[in-house]
Nanobody, 114 residues
Framework: VQLQASGGGLVQAGESLRLSCAAS????????MGWYRQAPGKQRELVAH???????RYADSVKGRFTISRDNAKNTVTLQMNSLKPEDTAVYYC?????????WGQGTPVTVSS
């Protein structure tokens, strides 16, 4: 199973980006899907998570601005990021939990200029 993330880029503060992550390979069922980010010099942190049932949770710093969604038929996860701030600058990684394994995408960089 390989995950391919896309959609990162350079934007100005207040603008939006949409990240997508698709899985290739044979997957019968994906449990949790999530987006993490890692800024320079910082630890990787959870940004948003969506369960197989559609329950979502977000980091406090992105609540109200980011929305995570999934398409179970296509095994894809999307992160809609609105009202971006310079502090959102990081490399964003998608993650699929396919019990008992965790799979990571390659990371897509997001840079928000002030």
């Amino acid at each position: 199973v390989q995950l391919q993330a896309s959609g990162g880029g350079l934007v100005q503060a207040g603008e939006s980006l949409r990240l997508s992550c698709a899985a290739s390979g044979s997957i019968l069922r994906v449990d949790g899907m999530g987006w993490y980010r890692q800024a320079p010099g910082k630890q990787r942190e959870l940004v948003a998570h969506i369960s197989s049932g559609g329950s979502t949770r977000y980091a406090d710093s992105v609540k109200g601005r980011f929305t995570i969604s999934r398409d179970n038929a296509k095994n894809t996860v999307t992160l809609q990021m609105n009202s971006l701030k310079p502090e959102d600058t990081a490399v964003y990684y998608c993650n699929f939990w396919v019990a008992p394994k965790s799979y990571w995408g390659q990371g897509t960089p997001v840079t928000v200029s002030s």
